[in-house]
């Protein structure tokens, strides 16, 4: 099934199901059908997707605000994605998350953390109770090159390295943490180095480049698997739209933007399946009209989903008791 | 009944229940190898070695990966050290642990401890000395057990080690050392319950872990003039056990909140509001807090006296409040 036909196909059909999850969820904000902040994978697509593509279904990611296309590669459901954007109780997080923090424990994603470098101890702390009860599941920590410059991010790395657990760490370097960019912020070129100080490998890749993102994945898996430990993957790529939804982007040149748009991930691939004649125009058109079906039922149903019960503000803190009114 | 000390009970309610459970499993810094800096896991040196373990002076990913470890079925115990430092991982403990549930709809459960030790000590200054129970009192998702005598710390501990919620535990560091009686059989205490430490029918003081002593101190000197205090330990924090207060103060119409963490926006202060909302008509005259001074602890011996409550400030505020 590697590197099939059928297989490279997948990995396309995710880019594409969440650019156009993404499309529609900017254009519902910026028509004001969604409240909150919405933080776009756009032009990242790749990496969710390579990364994911060799994961088992009981392995754990952590996730973060910028969480979407984390999810949809993991399998989640885009309806219950799309009600969690609109606050719909039948949203993965019923209504008390809201976009920043879509996770679903039974596909194996421990949240999605609005805090930059938040998930590092969270994704740390799974490899450690795999480690303690001798399982051979893997975590991978998503993160951005903002979180390689918090406290969090070297003490995670540093620990994990120690007990060598299962745990790989993937930098999406997307050159902004927030408006602030990676080159003004970030001491070195490659982020990747950092690993060096902690005794582990690092490697930074084209994000943009799924393929490239799924084979070295690929072999840190492994790695981490056979109990070798935990590694760094810096995976480089853009943050084509602003921060949120609405940013102003005053920060930087759009001429920028447009540049770094030729090497969009989904084109980058397209080129290279046509290529080698693995898609045709028929199919392209298929995989996308698809895509977009589906983001328009999901539109449907968390549009026609009853919101929450304002009584359900007070339940979900503690297990067995409601733990707000004392 | 036997007696053993408090650092023995908590060990002991550690180890019984590692027995029961293999999801448990304890780190921290100096616990492994050294039984922590004040005895606490005396009793656990050389026992599961695979399961106790020291870590680096990492304090965020410390906490934060006690939740990553739950999430994924284990029982992590968490020492952290000294209370302050809390402070220096506090994200992984407030924006992540108390947060992470309720944020996604209530998915998984978070049977995680935190525990370690709390106050003053000899003379061990500004950042080895806090009290600061309230913070998490404060933020919604975590339970607060902050127990006062060897009997207690094993039973709430060991409930702590069988609750599917977060818990954080604060261990007096002059307690310790302190013997008490504990039963050789298996036991539990509730969260959020109180225990009435002494009777009483002239005035109410609630208040946990060393204050506790110092009220029951206060209590027995004001007995020789003829004033009956009754004595409430907590015990929890959150929960805390209302309806004991509220009826205790029915009875006695006057009520101390005692605490060695700050006087101002401690728990005591809590506590006062909502016995004013709840039982103004039974009050004869205003609540009086006990609570450390406003500053950070200093280290000579006579400044850290004169900034830290004790009996003799119970015992002012109780003939304050019956003038």
């Given at each position: 099934m590697e590197n099939s036909n059928d297989f490279l196909l997948n990995l396309y059909t995710t880019m594409v199901l969440i650019r156009n999850f993404e499309l529609m969820a900017e254009k519902l904000f910026l028509e004001g059908e969604l409240p909150g902040f919405i933080?776009?994978?756009?032009?990242?697509?790749?990496?969710?997707?390579?990364?994911?593509?060799?994961?088992?279904?009981?392995?754990?990611?952590?996730?973060?605000?910028?969480?979407?296309?984390h999810m949809i590669a993991k399998g989640a459901d885009i309806n219950r994605m799309m009600a969690e954007l609109y606050g719909k109780e039948t949203g993965y997080c019923k209504g008390k998350g809201g976009s920043m923090h879509i996770a679903d424990f039974s596909l194996g994603v421990l949240g999605a953390n609005g805090v930059v470098g938040g998930g590092l101890p969270i994704a740390v702390g799974a490899g450690l109770g795999i480690k303690m009860k001798?399982?051979?599941?893997?975590?991978?920590?998503?993160?951005?090159?903002?979180?390689?410059?918090?406290?969090?991010?070297?003490?995670?790395l540093n620990f994990a390295s120690i007990y060598k657990l299962p745990v790989i760490f993937v930098l999406e370097n997307n050159r902004y943490a927030s408006t602030a960019s990676t080159q003004a912020t970030t001491a070195i070129e490659n982020i990747s180095d950092r690993a060096v100080a902690y005794g582990i490998p690092g490697i930074t890749i084209d994000g943009n480049d799924v393929i490239a993102v799924y084979e070295t994945t690929q072999e840190m898996v492994k790695r981490a698997r056979d109990g070798g430990g935990p590694s760094l993957i810096e995976a480089k790529t853009y943050r084509i739209k602003g921060h949120f939804v609405g940013d102003p982007e005053l920060y930087r040149n759009k001429k920028e933007v447009?540049?770094?748009?030729?090497?969009?991930?989904?084109?980058?691939?397209?080129?290279?399946?046509?290529?080698?004649?693995?898609?045709?125009?028929?199919?392209?058109?298929?995989?996308?009209?698809?895509?977009?079906?589906?983001?328009?039922?999901?539109v449907i149903f968390a549009k026609e989903s009853p919101i929450p019960d304002g009584n359900d503000a007070l339940t979900d803190l503690f297990i067995h008791d409601s733990g707000y009114d004392y | 009944?036997?007696?053993?000390?408090?650092?023995?009970?908590?060990?002991?309610?550690?180890?019984?229940?590692?027995?029961?459970?293999?999801?448990?499993?304890?780190?921290g810094e100096d616990i492994a190898r050294q039984g922590g800096i004040f005895g606490a896991y005396k009793s656990l040196l050389g026992k599961f070695p695979d399961r106790i373990f020291d870590t680096p002076i990492s304090e965020e990913v410390i906490y934060g990966s006690a939740l990553g470890a739950a999430l994924v079925g284990m029982r992590p115990v968490v020492e952290f050290h000294f209370a302050d430092f809390l402070f220096t991982g506090i994200q992984s403990i407030t924006l992540q642990i108390e947060k992470i549930r309720y944020m996604t709809g209530g998915q998984g459960k978070l049977h995680l401890l935190l525990r370690g030790p709390d106050g003053i000590s000899n003379s061990a200054a500004a950042q080895h000395s806090e009290c600061i129970e309230t913070i998490f009192m404060h933020?919604?998702?975590?339970?607060?057990?902050?127990p006062s005598t060897p009997y207690d710390v094993k039973g709430l501990i060991k409930k702590a080690l069988q609750e599917d919620d977060p818990v954080i535990c604060f261990e007096h560091k002059m307690l310790y050392r302190m013997r008490g009686p504990v039963p050789e059989e298996d036991y539990t205490i509730p969260l959020g319950i109180a225990e009435v430490k002494r009777e009483g029918n002239d005035v109410t003081v609630v208040t946990v872990s060393r204050m506790v002593h110092e009220s029951l101190k206060?209590?027995?000197?004001?007995?020789?003039?003829?004033?009956?205090?009754?004595?409430?330990d907590l015990r929890t924090l959150v929960p805390w056990d209302r309806k004991t207060v509220i009826e205790s103060v029915k009875k006695t119409n006057h009520l101390i909140v005692a605490h060695e963490t700050w006087k101002r926006a401690g728990w005591g202060a809590e506590i006062a509001s909502v016995v004013q909302e709840e039982a103004f008509d039974y009050l004869d005259a205003p609540i009086i807090r006990v609570g450390a001074k406003n500053v950070p602890m200093p280290f000579a011996a006579n400044l850290q006296d004169f900034v830290t409550p004790n009996y003799k400030d119970v015992i002012t505020a109780i003939k304050q409040s019956l003038r």
């Open positions: 933080h776009l994978y756009i032009g990242e697509e790749a990496i969710a997707t390579g990364v994911m593509a060799n994961l088992r279904k009981d392995d754990f990611i952590t996730s973060t605000h910028r969480g979407h296309g001798k399982g051979d599941q893997i975590v991978v920590a998503f993160f951005g090159d903002g979180a390689s410059n918090t406290g969090s991010f070297h003490e995670s447009v540049e770094f748009w030729l090497n969009e991930p989904i084109k980058k691939f397209e080129k290279r399946l046509e290529r080698e004649k693995i898609l045709n125009s028929a199919e392209k058109k298929n995989i996308w009209e698809s895509a977009q079906k589906k983001i328009k039922e999901a | 009944m036997r007696e053993i000390t408090f650092a023995e009970a908590l060990g002991e309610a550690i180890l019984e229940e590692m027995e029961k459970d293999p999801a448990i499993f304890t780190y933020v919604p998702g975590i339970k607060v057990v902050i206060a209590a027995e000197e004001l007995k020789k003039e003829g004033i009956s205090a009754e004595i409430i």
